[in-house]
C-alpha cells in the first residue's frame, strides 16, 4: 500500500507552484523561446521571467495554504487548468474574458465538437493523477499562530525574491512586458482566473443596466407604399468563413464554382470583422457601437439592428442553425430549425446548412408583409470541418477526420476547410435561386456576411477568438457578398454596376447597421449616411461615383 510521508504546507506550495508552471504552460514557454532568442540573455531572461511566475504562484498558494482549502483549492486547479492546457496546447488559442464568454454562450453540440481522446488524456496525466496524489498526501499544518507566521515569512521571501529578479533584469523583463501584452494570455492558471472574474463582471454590470429601446422613431419612406411587390431580405450570417479562402475574392481554389456563374453577386474584397468570435461579432455587427465602442455589457442591455427595423414596420425572422443569436433577436421571431429532424440534412443531432432553406419557397408563397430573414449558418465551424457538408462535396482530399487538429497535416485541415465553403458556395447559390425564381411577384436580395474568420494553423493557431489586437488577418478578413434582384434594384433605387466599381472600399461590420437601414428606406436619427455602403450608389447618387472609379 502506498505509504506518503507527511509534508509541510509550505513544501505543498512550492511543489504546486512548479508543477503548474511547468505542466500547464507548454504554449507559454514555447511562446518565450520564439521572442527571447537563443543566446545567454535569452536564456537569462527566460528563467527570470519563469521565477517570476514561481513566486507569484507561490504568493497566492500561500495565502490559501489553509487545512480546509488547500488541497480543494488545488485539485480544481489542476482539473481546470488540464482542460485549458489542451486547448492552449493544442489550438494555440489564448484565454481572456471574450474567449470564456464565447465557451459559456456556446451549445452542446459545439462542445460535444471538442472533445477528444487527447482531451482525456490530458485530465488524466494533468488534472486525475496529480489531484489523486495530492489527495493521499498527508499535510503536517502548525497551530494557527505559528502558521500565520509561515505565511508571512514566506511572503515576504517570495516577494523580495521577485524584486531581487525584477531589478537585476530590469532592462530586459520591462521590455518583454511591454512588447508582449499577449504573455499574461497565456500564463496558466491566472489567464482563465482573470478571464472568470472579467466575464462576472461583466454579467454583473449587464444585470444592473437599464433596458434602453433605440431607434424608436424609424418608419418606413413614404414611397415605400407605392412599390409594386412586397420584399423580401435575406441576410445570412456565416460562420468562420476567412474571405482568403473564396475562389470568389481570389483564392487559388475554386471553392465558390457557382457563386461565380450566378449573375449580379458582388463580392466585396476588404470587409473586417468586429471582433474574432460569435459571441462578439454577432451582437457588434448588429448594433450601432462599432468595433471601437463596442462594448458586451452595452450590447446586451439596448435594442439593435433588427429591434429599429421592426420597428419601422419590417416583419423580422431570425432562422438558426448554430448556437442562438446572442441576444440580438431576443425581440424577434426565432426559428431554431439547428435540431429538425429532416433526414436529408439532418443526423446526430446536428442539420447542415441547407436545413435553412426548407420550406422558403412557401414562405415566400405566403409573404403578406416586407421582411426581413435573417439566416444565421453552421457554416465553416471547427473543429470538425468534416461533419460541416455532405459527403458529395468532399473535392478536396485528404481530410482531416480528427477533432485534434494537431494530430492532423496541415494540408488535411485546410482541404477539409475548403470543402466546407463548397458547400456554403452551394447553398448561398441556391438561395439566389429562389430569390431570383420568385423576382416577378416579390423584390428579393440576398447580402452574406460571415461573423469571423478561421485559423488555420497560421502561427500554429487553429480556429477563431484570439484577442482582436493580437488576432492574425485569417480571423478577421471576412467575405461580404451581396445580390439584388432586377425588381429589388429599381425598388430600392440601388445601382449595381455602381456597387460593383466600388467592391474594392474598405468596409467593416461597423457598416452592417447603417447599410441595412439605407438599403431598405428605414428613416431614423440613429442611421449615419457616411456608414451606409449603399448610399453612393442610389440612382441620382451614382454618376460620380462611377465617374471616379473610372
Not at 512550492?14 to 532568442?37: C, E, K, R, Y
Not at 496524489?133 to 500565520?148: N, S
Not at 454596376?497 to 461590420?509: G, I, V, Y
Request: hydrophobic share 40%; charged share 20%; proline share 4%.
Amino acid at each position: 500500500m502506498l505509504k506518503i510521508k507527511p509534508v509541510r504546507p509550505e513544501v505543498t506550495t512550492a511543489l504546486a507552484s512548479g508543477f503548474l508552471l511547468l505542466g500547464f504552460n507548454v504554449t507559454l514557454w514555447q511562446h518565450l523561446f520564439t521572442i527571447t532568442g537563443t543566446n545567454s540573455m535569452g536564456v537569462l531572461l527566460r528563467l527570470a521571467f519563469g521565477a517570476m511566475i514561481f513566486f507569484a504562484f507561490n504568493i497566492v498558494l500561500t495565502l490559501l495554504s489553509f487545512r480546509q482549502t488547500l488541497k480543494p483549492v488545488l485539485m480544481s486547479l489542476f482539473m481546470v487548468s488540464a482542460g485549458v492546457a489542451y486547448f492552449m496546447n493544442c489550438y494555440g488559442v489564448v484565454i481572456d474574458s471574450g474567449m470564456l464568454r464565447n465557451f459559456a454562450e456556446t451549445n452542446a453540440t459545439e462542445v460535444g465538437g471538442l472533445l477528444s481522446p487527447k482531451l482525456f488524456v490530458y485530465i488524466v496525466l494533468l488534472g486525475l493523477l496529480p489531484s489523486f496524489l495530492l489527495w493521499k498526501t498527508p499535510i503536517h499544518y502548525r497551530r494557527f499562530q505559528r502558521a500565520l507566521l509561515s505565511k508571512v515569512l514566506v511572503g515576504v521571501g517570495c516577494t523580495a525574491a521577485l524584486g531581487a529578479i525584477g531589478l537585476l533584469n530590469y532592462q530586459g523583463l520591462s521590455s518583454l512586458f511591454r512588447n508582449h501584452h499577449e504573455l499574461r494570455l497565456m500564463i496558466v492558471p491566472s489567464n482563465y482566473i482573470g478571464a472568470s472574474f472579467g466575464y462576472l463582471r461583466e454579467q454583473v454590470v449587464t444585470a444592473q443596466k437599464p433596458f434602453m429601446k433605440i431607434g424608436e422613431d424609424a418608419r418606413l419612406v413614404s414611397d415605400r407604399a407605392q412599390f409594386p411587390h412586397k420584399s423580401l431580405t435575406v441576410l445570412v450570417v456565416g460562420e468562420s468563413a476567412r474571405a482568403e479562402n473564396f475562389g470568389i475574392l481570389g483564392y487559388n481554389r475554386d471553392t465558390t464554382p457557382q457563386l461565380s456563374k450566378e449573375p449580379g453577386v458582388i463580392a466585396f474584397s476588404d470587409v473586417h470583422s468586429c471582433g474574432t468570435e460569435t459571441a462578439v461579432s454577432v451582437p457588434c455587427m448588429f448594433s450601432n457601437m462599432g468595433r471601437k465602442n463596442y462594448d458586451a455589457a452595452t450590447a446586451k442591455s439596448q435594442e439593435g439592428l433588427l429591434d429599429v427595423l421592426k420597428h419601422a414596420g419590417l416583419e423580422v425572422v431570425w432562422r438558426d442553425n448554430q448556437s442562438g443569436c446572442k441576444g440580438t433577436c431576443d425581440r424577434v421571431t426565432l426559428e431554431d430549425v439547428s435540431k429538425s429532424k429532416d433526414p436529408d440534412v439532418c443526423a446526430n443531432n446536428e442539420c447542415r446548412d441547407e436545413i435553412l432553406l426548407k420550406g422558403l419557397q412557401h414562405y415566400i408563397d405566403q409573404l403578406d408583409k416586407d421582411t426581413v430573414l435573417v439566416l444565421h449558418q453552421m457554416g465553416s465551424h471547427g473543429p470538425e470541418y468534416f461533419k460541416r457538408y455532405p459527403k458529395a462535396f468532399e473535392k478536396f482530399t485528404p481530410v482531416c477526420k480528427s477533432n485534434a487538429l494537431d494530430n492532423c497535416s496541415r494540408e488535411s485541415i485546410v482541404n477539409g476547410y475548403d470543402n466546407t465553403l463548397l458547400y456554403t458556395d452551394h447553398v448561398l447559390a441556391s438561395l439566389i435561386d429562389i430569390l431570383r425564381s420568385n423576382q416577378n411577384k416579390v423584390d428579393t436580395a440576398m447580402i452574406y456576411l460571415s461573423d469571423h474568420g478561421e485559423s488555420l494553423g497560421e502561427y500554429n493557431l487553429f480556429l477563431h477568438g484570439t484577442p482582436y489586437m493580437l488576432a492574425p488577418e485569417q480571423q478577421k478578413h471576412v467575405p461580404l457578398l451581396v445580390w439584388l434582384s432586377d425588381s429589388y434594384q429599381q425598388s430600392f433605387s440601388v445601382n449595381t454596376t455602381c456597387l460593383q466599381n466600388t467592391r474594392n472600399a474598405p468596409l467593416s461590420q461597423d457598416n452592417l447597421f447603417h447599410s441595412m437601414l439605407g438599403l431598405l428606406k428605414v428613416q431614423t436619427k440613429v442611421y449615419d449616411p457616411a456608414l451606409d455602403m449603399f448610399a453612393g450608389c442610389r440612382m441620382g447618387a451614382t454618376d460620380s461615383v462611377v465617374a471616379d472609379a473610372q
